[in-house]
T-cell receptor, first 113, second 110 residues
């Protein structure tokens, strides 16, 4: 079975802090994705990567950056966390692009105070 | 930007009743996927529809893709308590564009 893991289930950070969210998948998938999930808004794509060191902006990339140095690991970076970035962050991976089945991690609930 | 609208936002049904959730897009979709998220869980892929007018079934679940590829529905026959969760559609409009609907949260009353 595909396993996607995220470094933390819950995280509390202060406004202005730099935040790293880590995601690791064990199925040798080419593509990895970062979403945020907010009540009433569903899932919104922040960034995705289709290869090592490659990245593409999703629907809401502002305030975020990503890093993909190894195939199995995709990091989401909040350079200077703000309260409006309080959310559930979900990582996913797939064997193809956006038109392929995505496997999601358990999520990280980030609170920025 | 492009959005996929999903209704209803919430649905409460008695166990054994049917349930339907609908997704609509203002532009043509290349494909649509459906996911289920159990309470406290993460989204899990259910199915993908690609062809105009396509209908697929998984036991009590029936998925449809509209003729114009702008809408889709998920219908559950005779709901069970195990069907509880939020159902999301996700429509793709281009190589780099995938938009999730806002989800329909289903509650099944025993």
């Amino acid at each position: 079975d595909v396993k996607v893991t995220q470094s933390s289930r819950y995280l509390v950070k202060r406004t202005g802090e730099k935040v790293f969210l880590e995601c690791v998948q064990d199925m040798d998938h080419e593509n990895m994705f970062w979403y945020r999930q907010d009540p009433g808004l569903g899932l919104r794509l922040i960034y995705f990567s289709y290869d090592v060191k490659m990245k593409e902006k999703g629907d809401i990339p502002e305030g975020y950056s990503v890093s993909r140095e190894k195939k199995e690991r995709f990091s989401l970076i909040l350079e200077s966390a703000s309260t409006n970035q309080t959310s559930m962050y979900l990582c996913a991976s797939s064997s193809g692009g956006l038109s392929y089945e995505q496997y999601f991690g358990p999520g990280t609930r980030l609170t920025v105070t | 930007g492009q959005q996929v609208m999903q209704i209803p936002q919430y649905q409460h049904v008695q166990e054994g009743e049917d349930f339907t959730t609908y997704c609509n897009s203002s532009t043509t979709l290349s494909n649509i996927q459906w996911y289920k998220q159990r309470p406290g869980g993460h989204p899990v892929f259910l199915i993908q529809l690609v062809k105009s007018g396509e209908v697929k079934k998984q036991k009590r679940l029936t998925f449809q893709f509209g003729e114009a590829k702008k809408n889709s529905s998920l219908h559950i026959t005779a709901t069970q308590t195990t069907d509880v969760g939020t159902y999301f559609c996700a429509g793709q409009t281009g190589a780099n564009n995938l938009f999730f609907g806002t989800g329909t949260r289903l509650t099944v009353i025993p």
